[in-house]
């Protein structure tokens, strides 16, 4: 950046550039600063705006739980569910379970994600949490599968509508194998029609499970927020441009 401002006004100086040139390149100059600046701008917007994201999800967390029929309410006035806490009593369906390809704690395996029958005879799928690689099959851990009535608790998550990038595979239905959370086509895989299954997630939380599987809690918070770094890096190369521009002014005075 300091060696192409150090061109650009080079060429507005020199005695030999036209009139027309000189001015082109200092209107180069002041678009190259306009567009720093406005970057520089943007990533602190966005800094805001994830500042608020973290704030919220961390209000969320700490907030009373709510029920199943709360969550549906929120999302059907175009709320923000994601992180709500909520308690659901229901029983699960262990026989059509789902896995998603997970790791936890350095270790390759997959989340369960089990159909709970709630009270109305639809049904809310869980993330109960992680089981290692070798223990994907369920009679590995027949401890962890609760044959009675249960109150999960835990966080509401959203559903994705479509798959987050190109580069995630595709979902491998046949070997019951999910790269990512087509709540769809985990439902339909196993049966269950559309109209009787929530249109969100659960995250049961840490209460640990009989036989210690799944491991639950498994919900992870860290989102990235570097903006303040963006935005101080365009900030710097617009300072650099406008010192680097001065130097040359000096230098050049006759």
């Known amino acids: 950046m300091r060696g192409r401002a150090r061109s650009i006004v080079a060429e507005v100086l020199t005695k030999k550039a036209s009139l027309a040139g000189r001015i082109g390149a200092f209107i180069l100059l002041a678009t190259t ?6 970057l520089g701008t943007w990533q602190m917007q966005r800094l805001h705006w994830k500042e608020g994201l973290l704030a919220a999800i961390a209000e969320r967390r700490s907030a009373p739980p709510v029920t199943t029929a709360e969550i549906e309410r929120i999302l059907a006035e175009g709320g923000d569910i994601d992180y709500r806490t909520v308690t659901v009593p229901g029983r699960f369906d262990h026989g059509k379970e789902r896995h998603f390809f997970a790791t936890y704690n350095g ?3 997959y989340y369960v994600f089990t159909p709970l ?3 109305d005879d639809r049904f809310l799928f869980v993330n109960r949490g992680f089981v290692p690689f070798e223990q994907k099959d369920s009679s590995t851990r027949l401890a962890g599968e609760l044959p009675a009535s249960v109150a999960i608790h835990g966080l509401a998550r959203v559903r994705l509508s479509e798959k987050p990038s190109s ?13 990512w959370k087509d709540l769809d086509t985990m439902a339909s895989s196993v049966g269950l029609p559309a109209d009787k299954v ?3 997630f659960v995250d049961a939380d ?3 499970n009989p036989g210690g599987l799944p491991i639950g809690g498994v919900t992870q918070f860290d989102l990235p927020n570097s903006h303040l770094q963006y935005a101080l890096t365009w900030y710097g190369l617009a300072a650099a441009l406008v010192v680097v521009s001065g130097v040359f002014i000096i230098r050049r005075k006759p």
Do not use: C
Request: glycine residues 4%; negative net charge; charged residues 15%.
């Open 117 to 119: 029958m709630l009270d």
């Open 107 to 109: 270790r390759t395996g």
């Open 167 to 179: 580069i995630v595979p595709d979902n491998d239905v046949a070997k019951n194998i999910f790269y």
């Open 33 to 38: 600063f306009a567009i720093l600046i406005s």
């Open 206 to 208: 840490a209460t640990p």
């Open 198 to 200: 929530l249109p969100f």
